[in-house]
């Protein structure tokens, strides 16, 4: 074998592992796959799958089509090759490391190995009791609850931008902030009451005519507004190598209002969400397995029940990361900014942290610690290091169900837990115990009866409250708003409307409403569009029911006058000659006059 020709063209991964499968004699000591160019691309972060099935199989295309370099073991006296050393000694598997913290040994030194010395005891906790803050419940309606998020300030934010972006283009910049909250009006009125085409609300065709969306915005408003649509200025954006730059001010303001209004509690969990996205985008992603495959991906964190107190987009490899978790890796570096935010909203409070595999790492537990907050995650075999003394897991799922063996380290800061039950799942904590167990059950193939099999204390608080993204994905894809647009960030200010009003409606339930989802979408889409829509009338608009409202009922000196000028009534509309002395309104004397001042 020429060792030469692998360094005059490096070699693809797959042509490679052709050639190595060829071989007779010598294979390479060392294969370092280079990063793709188009790896954002195709990278599909599938980070809740069964990581036994992890293997050369069922790589990415963009890995096995990246470049590799190889070295050969020493067999003269020439020196040695250089190779990788880490940065950082914060993480216990090179299969978990950004490419960004390999260092040379002439351009970087190596830092000691954090080693784990590990007991067979159950953790003692150090962290403060939670303590509740009872104090009185604000009554909302659904319209107000509604506006907590889209108040006054974003609609402004909205209908400036938007007509700083039709004057740029030769249109009328005349957007009014009522024509605003209409248009917000008919994208939640859509989701629960939708039609192929937009268009079709305002047909005069009896099926698809919508009385209160013709009487609230017209037809060529309603697509001027869907057209001209912004929430920054293209010309002067924030940051450039922000790839959702164009929606950041939205994101920004709401990110503000849901942390400052959300509930008191301990637990929070942080997931991925999907946003469904058909068209094309730097950052859509594709996950298999997953209601939604393709769209745009969020990382967010929400309360227990499913409110979203914080989102943030991925972009992939421009991910933006704050310099102080860069070392932690990507993973852990969304539940330090998450935790962040708690902690800027609820300084010194043991908030609990819940979150999956593709998070957890040894290093985030001990940063955690540090910060005075719990957490507690599932976490993949190569994460726990060599140093680990409990059984891998491939023995550990041949033994019998309900099986659970768990390690603390030396220090009693990370308790480990492994337990059998359909499969063999490993649970890290800084601050939940394994012990007492609770009796589940399940059914037994073998014996086919439902037997009970102990449950440990970590995996149970887990399941209680780790769901929390799941649920608020469920609930926005009820009534997801159903109107497409041409913009790829148009889903993204869409899926915002969604989240706003789905942690409106989780304030009003907090709050002893009785209106479930449905019913709560119906009622602020209903108060929007009859508050905030079009005159009926050409001109000035003069509303009688509301002159002289805190008089019309007092009845003193209400005096029938007669006027020579014909004008309307205020109750039927018809011409008349007779007017009201105090209230100066025309009514006719038999019928209108007592039905205009009796309540």
Known sequence: MDDSRYWKRPLKFHELLEEIANLDAEIPNNIYILPPENANEEITDEDSGDEETVNMNNLPGSQLRAEVQVSFEERTQ????????????LWDSEDDLPLSVFRTKETGSKKKKRIYKWLQTDINSDFSLWNDIYGPKISYTPLEAFHLFFDSEIIAMLVHYSNLYATSHNRNGDISGNEMRCFLGVLLLSGYSGHPRREMYWEKSKDTNNQLVCEAISRNRFKYIIQNLHCCDNNNLLNTNDKFAKIRPLIDALNKRFIDFAPFQENHSVDESMVPYFGRHGTKQFIKGKPIRWGYKFWAGTTKTGYV???????????????????LGLGASVILQFAHVLQERFPNTPFHLYFDNFFTTLALLEKLTDMGLKGTGTIRENRLGKECILTHSSILK?????????CTSDDNKIILCKWHDNSVVTIASNATKVMPTLPVK??????????????????????ENMGGVDRADQNISLYRTSIRGKKWYFPLICHCLDMALHNAWQLYRESNGKKDHLHFRQSVALGILETFKKSSKRGPSRNSANLHEHSRYDRLDHLVTYQEKQTRCGICHKKCNFTCQKCEIALHPKNCFVSYHTA
Do not use: C, M
């Open 309 to 327: 107190e914080w989102f943030e987009p991925y972009q992939g490899s421009t991910t933006i990361i704050a310099d102080e978790y860069k070392e």
């Open 442 to 463: 399940r059914f037994s193939q073998k014996e086919k009866k439902n037997v009970y099999v102990p449950q440990p204390h970590a995996i149970k608080k887990y399941n």
């Open 78 to 89: 020439t020196p040695e090759p250089q190779t990788p050393e880490l940065e950082s000694d």
């Open 398 to 406: 041949k033994k019998d169900r309900g099986l659970f063996e768990f």
